[in-house]
């Protein structure tokens, strides 16, 4: 009898486990892989509940100083909810066919730290799944590397910045304020539930 009882609690936990981990929407729900390594990342798991940039980017664009910036906006607003993930991509023919010269100019020449992924397309029928969605959502395909889309933490809102829009840019800053100052808002609601 407690065999059983074991097995058909396991088997209860097995069974839950996909519900709790599609608590994310088409954005989030799905494991990537990350920039020169062999291992994937559960967005969902990670980024749940934050307040998210997704950026194209490239290693050989005209664009790809805006590195700088990213890295200077991930870190003064990561404490307050911020992340930023970055796609390497090839679909403008601006990014190296080798994940390891990616990650140098990521890593090394820009100082990048966070989360870079490995190289994708991020349109048409090729787009990887997170494009996919933030496309669908927006109406807004990729037109040249650099793009942003602006996330709210619970994947509602979605925003989108073409290259021009260098991360520093007031328009940009102001909407990447008021959705943390809205995400701060509902953590401090169910704080207090």
Same mark, same amino acid.
């Given at each position: 009898?407690?065999?059983?009882? @074991?097995a058909a609690a396991i088997a209860a936990t097995v069974l839950a486990t996909p519900?709790?981990?599609n608590q994310c929407g088409d954005v989030l729900g799905h494991s990537m892989q990350q920039l020169n390594t062999r291992e994937s990342v559960d967005l969902c798991e990670s980024y749940q509940g934050k =307040?998210?940039? #997704?950026?194209? =980017?490239? @290693?050989?664009c005209g664009f790809t100083k805006q590195f700088e910036g990213l890295e200077a906006l991930y870190q003064k607003y990561q404490d307050k909810g911020l992340v930023v993930?970055? %796609?390497? @991509?090839d679909s403008f023919k601006q990014e190296y066919d080798d994940a390891e010269k990616t990650a140098? #100019?990521?890593?090394? =020449?820009?100082g990048v730290k966070f989360p870079m992924f490995a190289s @994708?397309? #991020?349109k048409g029928d090729d787009a990887n799944p997170v494009f996919k969605a933030l496309i669908a959502k927006t109406g807004e395909t990729p037109s040249w590397n650099f793009n942003k889309y602006l996330i709210s933490s619970d994947e509602q809102t979605v925003k989108h910045f073409g290259s021009r829009t260098?991360? +520093? +840019?007031? +328009? %940009?800053i102001t909407e990447l304020e008021k959705m943390l100052a809205a995400n701060a808002a509902t953590g401090i609601e169910k704080a207090g539930e």
């Open positions: 009898m407690k065999t059983w009882l @074991s519900a709790m981990a =307040t998210i940039l #997704v950026v194209n =980017t490239a @290693s050989k993930l970055g %796609f390497p @991509s140098e #100019v990521c890593y090394l =020449t820009y @994708s397309k #991020v260098t991360p +520093d +840019d007031k +328009d %940009f």
